[in-house]
T-cell receptor
Framework: RKEVEQDPGPFNVPEGATVAFNCTYSNSASQSFFWYRQDCRKEPKLLMSVYSSGNEDGRFTAQLNRASQYISLLIRDSKLSDSATYLCVVRNQGGKLIFGQGTELSVKP | DAGVIQSPRHEVTEMGQEVTLRCKPISGHNSLFWYRQTMMRGLELLIYFNNNVPIDDSGMPEDRFSAKMPNASFSTLKIQPSEPRDSAVYFC??????????????FGPGTRLTVL
């Protein structure tokens, strides 16, 4: 079983739609959590950290459920520019970042 | 700040040849990471350094792979001899590892390696 698992997608949604990505992790001792975004043929970039109480950044909302070892990302009012691959990332107790395979999002006009 | 710099951006080589990938981390960062990304395996950590010292190289696939960080502003990843299955995008990332930090990693643009 992979340490971080995501639905690979692709998710094809129209502009303005709300889309949610889910992620599960296997190591209960994981310390911190992130969502990274990777555009086609580009490097990954941090989108947002995920805090236990949940956090929001504009149209993006991240939530963490430590009991279920589950992380989510919600994108509201999706834009064409949101098209990318979204990587769920977990930092383990050794300090390493473990990346999920990524979920591909395609926002259509 | 120029960000993490990697060279070359693209490398095409023949099986058996030596390949050297280079990375210049962001000034002031104390940690450096080498990753490999393929369609099949996703993004995998190969090795990381903290204060120029290798901390964890458990992700290095074989003895053909080696990495060095002679100083805080330069690192290399070497593959010798290269094989077709080494074809991938190799990313270097840097960050600040410290108590209480969120530990964001900043990635370079990557080196796209093709071994024929």
């Amino acid at each position: 079983r992979k340490e971080v698992e995501q639905d690979p997608g692709p998710f094809n949604v129209p502009e303005g739609a709300t889309v949610a990505f889910n992620c599960t992790y296997s190591n209960s001792a994981s310390q911190s959590f992130f969502w990274y975004r990777q555009d086609c043929r580009k490097e990954p970039k941090l989108l947002m950290s995920v805090y236990s109480s949940g956090n929001e950044d504009g149209r993006f909302t991240a939530q963490l459920n430590r009991a279920s070892q589950y992380i989510s990302l919600l994108i509201r009012d999706s834009k064409l520019s949101d098209s990318a691959t979204y990587l769920c990332v977990v930092r383990n107790q050794g300090g390493k970042l473990i990346f999920g395979q990524g979920t591909e999002l395609s926002v259509k006009p | 700040d120029a960000g993490v710099i990697q060279s070359p951006r693209h490398e095409v080589t023949e099986m058996g040849q030596e390949v050297t990938l280079r990375c210049k981390p962001i000034s002031g960062h104390n940690s450096l990471f080498w990753y490999r990304q393929t369609m099949m395996r996703g993004l995998e950590l190969l090795i990381y350094f903290n204060n120029n010292v290798p901390i964890d190289d458990s992700g290095m696939p074989e003895d053909r792979f080696s990495a060095k960080m002679p100083n805080a502003s330069f690192s290399t990843l070497k593959i010798q001899p290269s094989e077709p299955r080494d074809s991938a995008v190799y990313f270097c990332a840097s960050g600040w590892e410290g108590t209480g930090d969120r530990n964001e990693q900043f990635f370079g643009p990557g080196t796209r390696l093709t071994v024929l």
